[in-house]
């Protein structure tokens, strides 16, 4: 065993009184598995003692700094008159990734190329040195493990006999802290030129913006544009139906209601950020088709906010392009039929014609059937249409102002159940005869 | 501390240390007992010379003052701390 102690104990003796001892010992193992112990105990005087004591007192001080420097968060490192480090406690070796003091000790800054422009500290560091002077949480910068940190630090003469014989500094890392200053700083900037375009944007815009709190269905920011596309005034809305969608989509137009709240619900599920939606609003004495898109706030997702405009209009297109696709679906029908009835005409064995009339006004050309053209002097017409002013000509001239008169009023004379017209005849010219119209 | 250092306690020791004129002693320590092996008369005078103090009182105030902790490990050697 080689452990050893030493200590000053009192042990009162026979007259009562205390008398300082000193008690050394040295600890062995003895073969066997027990221990001896070696004592020497000799009594102290007081001037020993004293000594003795200011010795083990010192030595206590000198533990306590050391467990203290080497505990606190605080990076401290002290210097010799010529800048150079002379050491620095745990705190500041693992800030910069050292194992030991050996990777600083005797260097400067300089050598260590901690600061991508040194002189600033040096500037600082000799005045501490020359004119004793102290800096308190002075910020600068300093690479520390391949990354330039942000750091604040103090720095004190180191005085001995009335004389600077170094210095000893202390800093903090402040990185995180000065990041946030700055982003701050920089929103501090950003929010009033975003406040300013919220605002802009929300009064005049020809679009209705709105946010709405999910959970409970309330309004919580409106433009004017909204109130306008319900056809009332922010008061008065506001009085009729305070901020909520419920009350304003009650009864009957809670269906519209229910249709935006399931396109939100979908998009919920589906981790969507935002949906479009399309829903009938109604008014006080009409409504109006709107559509727009929705988005979630990055701020908190129960909150929506909607964009739309009036589509009605659009809405009114797409349901005339509708009725018109399936009215151009019947094309193919008519056409069919069509060439059914003209078969069925044309097998006709009297001349035949129609005239198509729509809203009141007849068309510009007749269909005749073959039977007409073998035996009127026609020219050839496609389809069996001919012009009315081609028609005319097939007609005797003193029967022309008369069809055309029957022609333009077919409907106005209700009486009109026949006419007899002569047709020039295609085998000989002469004129056919007469032969009745209805 | 840890050491592995294992001695045989000679005779001569107990001599070197009951003829000594200094104050030295010397105990054994196996387990809870302690015992004294041999002292100097100077160590002999001075502990009977404490009111009250029996010299096995002395030793477990000893032991106390130091607030020794000895245990041993699994490889034999003996952790020895002392606090005072």
């Not at chain 1, 420097?69 to 990076?75: D, F, G, N």
């Not at chain 1, 001995?160 to 170094?166: D, L, P, Q, S, W």
């Not at chain 1, 979908?266 to 988005?295: C, N, Y």
Request: aromatic share 10%; with cysteine; charged share 25%.
């Amino acid at each position: 065993m080689n452990g050893t102690f030493q200590s000053l104990f009192r042990l009162k003796d026979a007259s009562g009184h205390y008398q300082p001892f000193s008690l050394q010992g040295k600890l062995v193992n003895e073969k066997g598995g027990s221990l001896l112990l070696y004592l020497f105990l000799f009594p102290l005087d007081g001037a020993t003692l004293r000594s003795v004591e200011q010795k083990e007192e010192g030595e206590r001080q000198s533990l306590l700094f050391n467990q203290i420097l080497s505990t606190t968060k605080t990076a401290i490192f002290w210097k010799d008159a010529q800048w150079r480090f002379l050491g620095a406690n745990t705190a500041f070796l693992d800030y910069y990734g050292f194992p030991t003091e050996a990777a600083i000790l005797g260097k400067n800054d300089e050598d260590m190329g901690w600061h991508s422009d040194p002189n600033p500290y040096k500037n600082d560091e000799l005045r501490v040195l020359k004119e004793g002077i102290s800096t308190f949480r002075v910020p600068g910068k300093c690479f520390a493990k391949g990354e330039e940190r942000n750091i604040v630090a103090s720095k004190s003469p180191l005085i001995v006999g009335g004389k600077i014989i170094g210095l000893v500094g202390s800093f903090e890392d402040v990185t995180l802290e000065t990041r946030q200053k700055e982003e701050i700083a920089k929103l501090n900037v950003e929010l009033p030129r975003r406040v300013h375009e919220h605002e802009r944007l929300m009064a005049t815009s020809a679009v209705a913006i709105a946010t709405i709190h999910l959970p409970d269905l309330s309004l919580l920011e409106a433009n004017d544009t909204v109130y306008e596309m319900l056809g009332l005034s922010r008061n008065e809305a506001q009085a009729q139906y305070p901020h909520s969608l419920k009350e304003f989509f009650a009864g009957e137009r809670g269906q519209e209601l229910d249709r935006f709240l399931l396109e939100a619900r979908s998009a919920i599920e589906q981790k969507k950020p935002s949906f479009s939606f399309t829903f009938h609003l109604p008014r006080k004495k009409d409504s109006l088709w709107v559509s727009g898109a929705a988005s979630f706030s990055a701020e908190d997702q129960s909150d929506v906010v909607v964009v739309y405009r009036d589509a009605t209009d659009i809405m009114e297109t797409q349901r005339r392009l509708s009725l018109a696709e399936n009215e151009a679906k019947k094309v193919p029908t008519l056409s069919e039929e069509n060439a059914r009835l003209n078969s069925m005409i044309d097998g006709v064995p009297s001349g035949l014609g129609t005239l198509q009339i729509i809203d009141g006004v007849p068309a510009d050309q007749i269909q005749l059937n073959q039977f007409f053209f073998s035996r009127v002097d026609a020219p050839s017409a496609k389809d069996g249409f001919l012009s009315v002013s081609a028609f005319l000509e097939c007609l005797h001239p003193e029967d022309r102002d008369n069809f055309a008169l029957a022609y333009r009023n077919p409907l106005r004379d209700k009486h009109l159940l026949a006419k007899q017209f002569r047709f020039r005849s295609r085998t000989n010219g002469a004129y056919l005869g007469p032969a009745s119209a209805r | 501390m840890e050491t592995k250092e294992v001695v045989t306690l000679q005779e001569n020791e107990k001599t070197f240390i009951e003829k000594n004129p200094l104050a030295l002693g010397l105990l054994r320590i196996d387990g809870p007992r302690v015992s004294l092996v041999a002292s100097s008369k100077s160590f002999a005078s001075l502990i009977q010379g404490l009111k009250g103090t029996s010299e096995e009182d002395f030793f477990l105030f000893s032991m106390r003052m130091f607030r020794q902790k000895i245990s041993r490990k699994s490889n034999g050697t003996t952790m020895f701390q002392a606090s005072p």
